[in-house]
């Protein structure tokens, strides 16, 4: 079957998903450095209260996506870049309240990202913007698992939203939760969620690291610590720890 124009931008947005984090994390560092605004109050209670909100938000969306990679099957919500995957469909757990709870949490987690910049003009463009994409990119995968399973997706789909979760209707996670799984999935983006807090806090300080004083100068061994603990995880996936999930 021939693809509209509009299944050809939807196959765009989701080959590029991996991307717009980076491009979110550099705006929001970028405006951090030129206001060095904590929030869009002059009130600086305000302002610690925006701050605070917008990392509970981007630890919400990050905290659904640990969920629901832990207990997803394998083969399933994949970082495939090309084209969708899915060994089976998922209809326990998280995904029996909406059918894609990691784009549910990418969207919370951008918009927290956004507003970590102290700009609730950015936080409000990227919600919408994330909100418009990943509604897109849902349509596209959704065609892929109808055509793959059939009535069973088409009943699931009848009774679960696809990006506003649903309140009741919880059923329990068909496979118990993989910590493995998680930490090969997610263990990237919680660091940059961590990275994001750092770059917008040194950024209001113009990445001057002689003007810290000795408490926040812990800050930055803190976070280089974090780096090392990353690329501790980086050699485990090349050394083969994650092979079979891969």
């Not at 124009?5 to 991996?18: E, H, I, P, W, Y």
């Not at 909100?131 to 009848?158: C, M, N, P, Q, T």
Request: glycine share 8%; no cysteine; charged share 15%.
């Amino acid at each position: 079957m021939l693809e509209t124009k509009t299944d050809q931008f939807a196959r765009r947005l989701f080959f590029f998903r991996g991307t717009y984090i980076y491009i979110i994390i550099a705006i929001s560092t970028a405006i951090a450095l030129t206001t060095r605004d904590v929030g869009p109050f002059a009130s600086g209670a305000l302002d610690r209260a925006w701050f605070f909100a917008a990392l509970g938000l981007a630890s919400a969306g990050a905290f659904v996506r640990i969920i629901t990679s832990g207990f997803a099957a394998l083969g399933t919500s994949g970082r495939a870049k090309a084209a969708p995957e899915a060994a089976e469909l998922n209809t326990t757990g998280p995904y029996s309240l909406v059918r894609n709870p990691l784009y549910v949490g990418r969207i919370l987690n951008f918009t927290g990202l956004a507003m970590l910049s102290g700009s609730w003009v950015f936080g409000a463009i990227i919600f919408l913007l994330a909100s418009f994409v990943y509604s897109r990119i849902s349509s596209f995968e959704a065609a892929f698992l109808r055509e793959k399973f059939g009535e069973a997706h088409a009943k699931w789909a009848a009774e679960v939203p696809a990006l506003l979760p649903r309140f009741t209707g919880w059923v329990k996670p068909k496979y118990p939760f993989w910590w493995k799984r998680m930490i090969w999935r997610e263990q990237n983006k919680i660091f940059l969620l961590a990275t994001t807090v750092f770059l917008v806090w040194f950024a209001r300080h113009g990445f001057d690291f002689a003007a810290l004083t000795g408490a926040e100068k812990i800050w930055v061994y803190a976070f280089g610590a974090l780096v090392v603990v990353r690329f501790f995880i980086g050699y485990l996936k090349m050394s083969g720890y994650f092979k079979e999930l891969s």
